[in-house]
């Protein structure tokens, strides 16, 4: 076999996604024998431009790592800078911070699944399930005044209050969503086109996700029950009633699925958090100096678990400022998934890992 | 707090260190975070099969200046590990200079990454890596790159996007660049 480059004509028609990651791929005929990975196309050097923002102008740059996770970043980064300063967050400010987190998850992961349906051709598929997405999007412009970043998390709390209003309102639109995730979850899983394409392709077995220490959906969908939430657990996740999701299949279709049972977890989580938030303070007083020292922070992001290191010289600066992506360690488990597959196949399989180069390339 | 994971790291380590050498931290929810500091980055290579063994999962690797402004040398890498919702950093000093560090990828599958982005980025010389090419392009590379490659849009597209430009141009001259002959 030789290595063979050329550029391949894959899947349905569309532009959809125009993401700088380059790809050497081995075929042969219509099977890939192996796959490696070009990265750093537009690696944008946002972890030195932090050493030289502020702990407060550090938060709008973490915000802008990527816009499906963009509360994920600076929630992950306050918590890593709490737990070294020692801020004791208001109650209501962590309940404030799971609805965002929560919200941004049920529009990231039905974002995925809408695009896994254009991929398989299924356009009235995509265009329903980024129709059913908009209704959290319309819920982020209503409650926090914008679609994609938020601007919810400072240090030592939240920006924006959720009155009684905007919590009516936000239920309301979640009362317009369950039904709709219903009917999506069944077409997802009983649609024989679905089916066809994407069952049994891209599989990552329990010992190869353990080797890759891939994270979120693509873990726990190849039996891995690591859910940062549960595990590891932060805000107030301990006092709310999910379950975790998972499966054994490790294909294509258990992502997908595992990913719309998620949403409705999410939609759980939001519900109890709106019912449940105490009244009070939703952010501390002013902000104490960080003192020189290490921490790090972790949370569960739509991709998977989100990891911040913080190291302070004491001054109002990070000595240095590290955050890893879910996607980092999941682009590696491609070579495994995409191993033998059909050309054909290609673009689902990579769609399945929820693929992010703007948090891979920070 | 997950004991048994705190009790196997404690294990781990204190057959290479000695007991105590790990201190613990806890934040508001109870979640344990272990440090330890080796100062001699060849103990790597006794710690990461120890931790692996353990169950331990890397998480990411942290390089960094002891000072920031590199007025004073010296460069150390936290090496962050988790076991079972238990944070463990292992800080190496690199003392050597250049500095140099042993690769744990046949411990950790994804130091891989982690490794090479350190390489690049802090010119710390990696020794034993199975893989040591570039992660993050510079320009000293090969220009041919971008064409010897496929980006993702192409795989994730198909090859008739000239569409798009279409539309963009619309009512004036496609460039021949946009009119997707090649793809």
């Not at chain 1, 102008?57 to 992950?76: D, G, K, W």
Request: hydrophobic share 40%; glycine share 6%; proline share 5%.
């Amino acid at each position: 076999m030789t290595a063979t480059t050329f550029t391949l004509p894959v899947g349905p028609l569309h532009v959809a996604l125009e993401e700088p990651m380059y790809f050497d791929i081995q075929v042969e005929g219509e099977t890939v024998r192996s796959v490696e990975l070009a990265a750093g196309h537009v690696h944008r050097g946002m972890e030195a431009l932090a050493m030289q923002r502020n702990y407060l102008q550090n938060i709008t740059l973490t915000e802008r790592v990527c816009s499906l996770c963009s509360n994920s970043h600076p929630a992950t980064y306050s918590m890593a800078v709490e737990n070294l300063s020692g801020i004791r967050v208001p109650e209501r400010a962590m309940y404030l911070r799971v609805i965002a987190d929560e919200v941004k998850r049920i529009a990231s992961h039905l974002f995925n699944v809408g695009i896994m349906a254009h991929l398989t051709g299924f356009d009235s598929l995509f265009m329903h399930a980024m129709e059913v997405r908009e209704i959290m999007q319309d819920a982020k412009e209503g409650v926090y005044g914008n679609r994609m970043n938020l601007g919810q998390c400072v240090i030592g709390g939240c920006r924006r209050d959720i009155d009684e209003d905007t919590a009516a309102f936000l239920l309301g639109q979640l009362e317009l969503l369950k039904p709709q995730l219903d009917e999506l979850y069944g077409v997802f899983e009983h649609d024989p086109l679905i089916r066809l394409r994407t069952r049994g392709i891209g599989i990552l077995s329990c010992e190869e996700a353990v080797r890759h220490a891939v994270v979120g959906p693509v873990a726990r969908a190849s039996g891995v029950a690591y859910d940062v939430r549960r595990k590891a657990p932060y805000a107030v996740y301990p006092d709310l009633d999910f379950e975790v999701q998972t499966d054994t299949k490790g294909d294509v279709h258990s992502r997908a699925l595992l990913r719309l049972r998620e949403v409705v977890q999410s939609v759980k989580i939001v519900e109890q958090c709106l019912r449940q938030m105490p009244g009070g303070p939703i952010c501390i007083d002013s902000m104490p100096m960080v003192p020189p020292g290490e921490a790090v922070a972790r949370s569960e992001a739509p991709r998977g678990e989100v990891f911040y290191y913080v190291r302070s010289d004491g001054t109002d600066m990070p000595q240095r400022l590290k955050w890893r992506v879910p996607t980092y360690m999941n682009w590696e488990a491609l070579q495994v998934m995409l191993a033998n597959c059909q050309v054909a196949d290609i673009a689902l399989i990579v769609n399945s890992i929820d693929p992010c180069i703007s948090c891979t390339e920070r | 707090m997950n004991e048994i994971a705190k009790q196997s790291a404690e294990k781990a380590l204190s057959l290479v260190l000695g007991a105590g050498a790990l201190h613990w931290t806890s934040d508001v929810n109870g979640n344990a975070f272990g440090w330890v500091k080796l100062c001699d980055p060849k103990s790597l290579l006794a710690v990461a099969p120890l931790l692996a063994e353990s169950g331990a999962r890397l998480m990411t690797a942290t390089a960094y200046r002891n000072d920031k402004y590199a007025r004073v040398e010296g460069r150390e890498i936290a090496y962050h590990f988790d076991l079972d919702g238990v944070a463990l950093t292992v800080t190496v000093c690199l003392l050597d200079t250049p500095p140099r560090v042993p690769s744990i990828t046949p411990w950790f599958k994804n130091a891989d990454w982690n490794e090479r982005e350190f390489v690049e980025l802090y010119g710390i010389v990696l020794e034993g890596h199975p893989n040591p090419r570039r992660l993050f392009l510079d320009k000293s590379l090969d220009a041919a790159m971008l064409d010897r490659l496929v980006p993702l849009s192409t795989m994730m597209n198909g090859a008739s996007t000239s569409t798009l430009w279409e539309k963009v141009f619309a009512g004036k001259q496609l460039p021949d660049w946009a009119k997707g002959e090649n793809n």
